[in-house]
């Protein structure tokens, strides 16, 4: 009540007279359509709407503004009862709402539409989504369309994420329903090309039938292994199912060959005729890839040409699914490397990676069934790495129970470096990035496997408080990289705290380890988490206090379960599952719970900066 009040108070006397008045002349259209006066009731709807204009403009208002609600939806119903009356309606969907729907909603609703809802033609919107119909002609207040725009809960309503209707916007939708969801034409015309026509005058035109052209057998340039690459990821940039510049998407070859809003892009047989060639070419303006030619070679360029002259054939199995990522592409090649090839793909890689390091400094090197090892130490201390890794690869495996052979494809590369200066310039060369003094190591391993090594300073033999010695960092790192094998993405603690958890199980007197408890204790006590759950989140923590929180955290998962409920807790967080959902699923409790109940396990903590 107070708000109400307060919000009619921004109005004049005079201002809420005019609207009563407003208000009341709507009132008297009932009549008039009861009595069958159509034309008079039309003419006062047409004035009251241009009182109630006049009125909003006079007033400084928008739209939207609460204290109008009241007359607007008045004025509204008064619409859908003449509507109703005369059989015509006074909401036309390809005036009044398709150009709402394009605006607003096909961005997300396209032909591959969220939800399963695609709101690009008239028959996806009639069609309706995964959970049924999204219109129930003459109840505008039961049909999920409608709902999905008025409702409060930010996490259903529609556009999700983004600004809402305008009040003006949702009412015409909600008349068009209540009048019966009338539609005349084409139903699978776009509903963009029904926009344009409704405010040209002009009859929309009828939707092109596509044709897709097979192979003969007779054809030089083939789409699928000569063009398609390239027309994704260079094209694609603009030109995809969110973006859409001009309503074009190369994202599949239906797609490709549908066209935009200025038609089809490619006649097979005719270059003149066809504008992706034109505007490649330079023919047209403005000149495609906008900006520059990146990306386009000279060989794409000729196979377009000749593509489109011999007919622009496709030699896929499905023109309606979308291509493959760049990323898709590769890992299928991989995929279909032989052991061989992955190993002699790795060795190029290593060779590759050490000499952006040191260009002119050739390293020592050992193979083993498992490591390829490159340093700049003596060939003694790379056997005693070699030896160490392969104890811990034959351990991962047996806690695991992995029988791959080898753990990653094309072996892991192990690099060494005798000096904190070739550690720093291998991050620097390789990753670009600045490393704190802190870290001495670190895997890099994605899911494909196309990168697969690890990186270790040679911190030497003797353990002190900073420094866990040599044999605790293989332990660490080589764990690392075996969690990240076919992983979609681990929290840096948990990926750090296994290795350094195995490490402590062979190394029980490692005072380097023994420290770490307290000083996970001062890092909780000062972090003043207001949310505990965050404890288990990835980024939470900086990169000097995520060894010591991620010994801590897993030492505490290993001792309230046991190695198969910590091996499941991996696997789900492998497979995509939040550390939230995994704790749910394999630990019973809540994030919050475990937090709280870690933190209390953990001793008196080490203030920063304190020995």
Known sequence: MLMVGSLRAAITADQKKELKEIGSEISKISSLVSKKKFDDAGAAIQSAEERLAKFIKDAELKETDPVLKSVQLQLEKAKTLLGKANGKGTASFAKNVAPILVSKCVSCHGEEGRGGLSLETFAGLEKGGANGG??????????????????????????????????????????????????????????????????????????????????????????????????????????????????????????????????????????????????????????????????????????????????????????????????????????????????????????????????????????????????????????????????????????????????WKGKLAVFVFKERFGYEEFNNSVHRREVPPEVIGHSQVNSTMEDAFIALQDVGDTVTESSPGLHVNVIEHVTGAFLKRGSKGLPDWLVRGTGLALAHRKSAGNVYLARLPRLAGGIIQESSLTEPEKVFVNGTFAPSEVGPIGFTVVEYLLKRGDVQSFGQFVSKLQGGATPEAAIKDVYHMDGKTLALSYASSLPSGIKKGKK
Request: charged share 30%.
């Open 134 to 407: 999204v219109v129930i002609p003459g109840n505008a207040e039961g049909s999920l369309l409608f709902q999905r725009l008025v409702t409060v809960n930010d996490q259903q309503r529609m556009p999700k994420g983004k600004e809402a209707l305008t009040q003006k916007e949702i009412l015409q939708i909600g008349t068009w329903i209540a009048e019966g969801a009338r539609f005349e034409g084409d139903k699978s015309t776009s509903l963009a090309d029904l926009s344009k026509a409704a405010a040209s005058g002009k009859p929309a035109p009828s939707p092109r039938k596509l044709v897709i052209a097979k192979e003969t057998g007779k054809e030089t340039v083939h789409f699928m292994k000569d063009l398609m690459p390239e027309l994704v990821d260079t094209c694609g940039r603009c030109h995809n199912d969110n973006v859409k510049r001009s309503g074009f998407s190369v994202m599949s070859f239906e797609k490709l060959m549908k066209g935009g809003e200025t038609g089809v892009v490619v006649v097979g047989g005719s270059l003149e005729n066809s504008r992706l060639w034109r505007l490649v070419n330079g023919d047209d303006l403005p000149v495609m890839p906008a900006g520059n030619q990146t990306g386009i070679t000279r060989k794409w360029y000729e196979n377009l040409k000749t593509w489109i002259l011999e007919g622009a054939t496709f030699d896929g199995d499905d023109a309606k699914k979308n291509f493959p990522s760049l990323a898709e592409r590769e890992a299928a090649a991989l995929s279909r490397f032989t052991p061989e090839e992955w190993l002699d793909r790795r060795k190029k890689a290593s060779a590759g990676e050490w000499k952006k390091t040191f260009a002119t400094t050739e390293p020592n090197h050992r193979e083993s069934a498992e490591f390829l090892l490159y340093g700049d130490v003596s060939n003694e201390r790379l056997e005693q790495i070699e030896k160490w890794a392969s104890e811990q690869a034959a351990s991962l495996k047996q806690t695991f129970k992995i029988k791959d052979e080898p753990l």
